[in-house]
DNA sequence: CCCGGAATAGACTGATCGGTCTAGCGATTT
DNA sequence: AAATCGCTAGACCGATCAGTCTATTCCGGG
């Protein structure tokens, strides 16, 4: 019987999900075979089909575990280490300039889903794109705390630096490209609302 | 016998490639079955194994005809819109945006590999690489000739833009993420040449 | 203590994977 | 005319794919 407190999946699955999120990031979607989360995992097969009807379903219970990592992750560095809204727009290139840096960094997850699901109607891109408006809205909501004009353009303008940031970072293996993109999004910031500090 | 033009490769082996790279661009390098290859090509198994070792090598044909294509067009498009280094800068994001607009547009090809490829040493993941750093020397060519203090920094920054903007096109479907990229590097250039025109 | 549900190992399916091999066709060259 | 070449169709290989089924074991609650 489930043990877990309320509202919390197996254990098993949970275990399932985060190894096949491992897998999937360091070796993509389709080239990571059912067999070898099974085995990575140490779970019976009938296990898994008993949680998940098919593969493409835990690719995105993956996914959902991404985002929902990737974004609290995100909000709780960002918010522990700055007060300030600007301060704290400029904070989320630190943190994920640190992820980048880590090894085993395969890039973001979700531009590397929608390079394999090309078509925008698919389940996995869908998802990729709802991660990227949720992460917007929370730039947007920084910028429209730190009084910007148009916080709606800030947060377009500063995602792109971020997919280009981890997009730099991921085919050089080096994080330079992070921390150039901070510097570019201080200038942008800047210009929209005076020279932080 | 081959009755191309000197240093021309067989027709059928070009016309492989180009089959394979548009179905490697549509569904990505695992998805594209060689069966499907040689089905939409309408070529002989026996013509491909002929042609190259393996469908890796196949794979890195196609990245190396897409680099070619991609940076021929791109200059040629560049060089007839414009006459100033400076405008010229601008000008590759006009080139990239019709590019994101076109239907069946995928993303970058060569960011779509690493993700399949995240192993650094991977030949794809290296040609990938290699592809991004002819690109970046075009732009800081440019940016010289423009008369940029740091024209390699000039060149990063504009990569970064560019990268982010292909995701974002490639995520949401839209090519309105290319003309903001284009509008942050109108901001950087003036900043660092003073105003266009 | 015993029952029931969850988890197990592992055989098994049909399809597809990348790659090899053979036999023959058609055109070109000598 | 014979030999050679690129190409063809298609059988075939072992491996792997996602997914199903069965039989067994384990364990917590009544």
């Known amino acids: 019987m489930n043990t877990g407190s309320p509202g919390m999946a197996t254990s098993k ?47 995105l219970a993956a996914l959902r575990r991404q985002d929902e990592l990737f974004r609290n992750e995100l909000m709780r560095q960002v918010e522990s280490r700055e007060e300030t809204p600007l301060h704290r727009l400029l904070a989320i290139f630190d943190v994920i300039s640190e992820g980048a840096s880590r090894p085993g960094f395969c890039g973001c997850t979700f531009i590397n889903a929608c390079a394999e699901y090309s078509d925008l109607e698919s389940p996995a891109h869908a998802l990729a794109g709802e991660h990227k408006r949720l ?54 910031l800047e210009a929209s609302l005076g020279a932080p500090r």
Request: aromatic letters at 4%.
């Open 135 to 188: 992460l917007n809205a929370y730039i947007s909501e920084l910028a429209r705390d730190a009084g910007a004009e148009d916080p709606e353009r800030i947060a377009q303008d500063l995602s792109i630096l971020i997919d280009g940031a981890m997009v730099g970072a991921q085919v050089t293996g080096d994080a330079g490209a992070v921390a150039r993109a901070k510097s570019i999004a201080e200038t942008l």
């Open 13 to 59: 699955r949970d275990h399932l999900v985060d190894t096949a999120l491992a897998l999937f990031k360091e070796h993509g979607f389709h080239a990571t075979g059912v067999d070898r989360i099974l085995e990575a995992s140490g779970v019976a097969r009938m296990t898994l089909y008993n949680n998940f009807k098919s593969k493409d379903e835990l690719i």
